[in-house]
């Protein structure tokens, strides 16, 4: 029973040419996040949602831009790939609330993935 | 900007060796989370730990909280072949954001 589905697994662009990965989640979580994930490297945070909230990191690239039309989905747009952005790319969604007393159950569930390659 | 270092980088040990695997920082984190990611996986949620001095234990694995949340230790007992990956830990870092430690590659050899 796949939770957090990355399509596709596998990604080829060339080399300025737009593409977009897409993650979808059967859990209803309010909070969806995109990392991107150089080989041997920890997850960077590029943006996360609070439901249509958007907020993006400070050092994430204008290059990458996000979409997110409902609860279910959301978008990563790399509108001119560089060779510098071929990685993995992670989707998360969380339990989160934000209230105090949640701390405990804080939890990130990821996707498998979508490794981009650019040519 | 808060910061997750770990150590060691890389490991390998032979199988039925301990090992621990640190996670530090000079930022104070509200909870910390350790996951394990195997190559072409999402990373998998091993444990969290709330508390400052918290221990908590899950198998061979045994995972710590410093008093003053700002470290955490995972140690594991009897290494198996199957414990191989990428270790990674993860703090909450504000509302709903995780920062990610730098990793710790463990290779478990047979």
């Known amino acids: 029973d796949a939770m957090v589905i990355q399509n596709p697994r596998y990604q080829v662009t060339q080399f300025g040419k737009p593409v977009t990965l897409s993650c979808s989640q059967t859990?209803?979580?309010?909070?969806m996040y995109w990392y991107q994930q150089k080989s041997s490297q920890a997850p960077k945070l590029l943006f996360h949602?609070?439901?249509?909230?958007?907020?993006n990191e400070a050092d994430t690239p204008d290059n990458f831009q996000s979409r997110r039309p409902n609860t279910s989905f959301c978008f990563l747009d790399i509108r001119s790939p560089g060779l510098g952005d071929a990685a993995m790319y992670l989707c998360?969604?969380?339990?989160?609330?934000?209230?105090?007393?949640?701390?405990?159950?804080?939890?990130?569930?990821f996707g498998s993935g979508t490794q981009l390659s650019v040519l | 900007t808060q910061l997750l270092e770990q150590s060691p980088q890389f490991l390998s040990i032979q199988e039925g060796e301990n090992l621990t695997v640190y996670c530090n920082s000079s930022s104070v984190f509200s909870s910390l989370q350790w996951y394990r990611q195997e190559p072409g996986e999402g990373p998998v949620l091993l444990v969290t730990v709330v508390t400052g001095g918290e221990v908590k234990k899950l198998k061979r694995l045994t995972f710590q909280f410093g008093d003053a949340r700002k470290d955490s230790s995972l140690h594991i007992t009897a290494a198996q072949p199957g414990d191989t990956g990428l270790y990674l830990c993860a703090g909450a870092a504000g509302t709903y954001k995780y920062i990610f430690g730098t990793g710790t590659r463990l290779k478990v050899l047979a």
């Open positions: 998360a969604t969380s339990t989160r609330t934000g209230g105090l007393t949640s701390a405990t159950n804080e939890k990130l569930f």
């Open positions: 949602y609070y439901d249509k909230d958007f907020n």
């Open positions: 859990l209803n979580h309010n909070v």
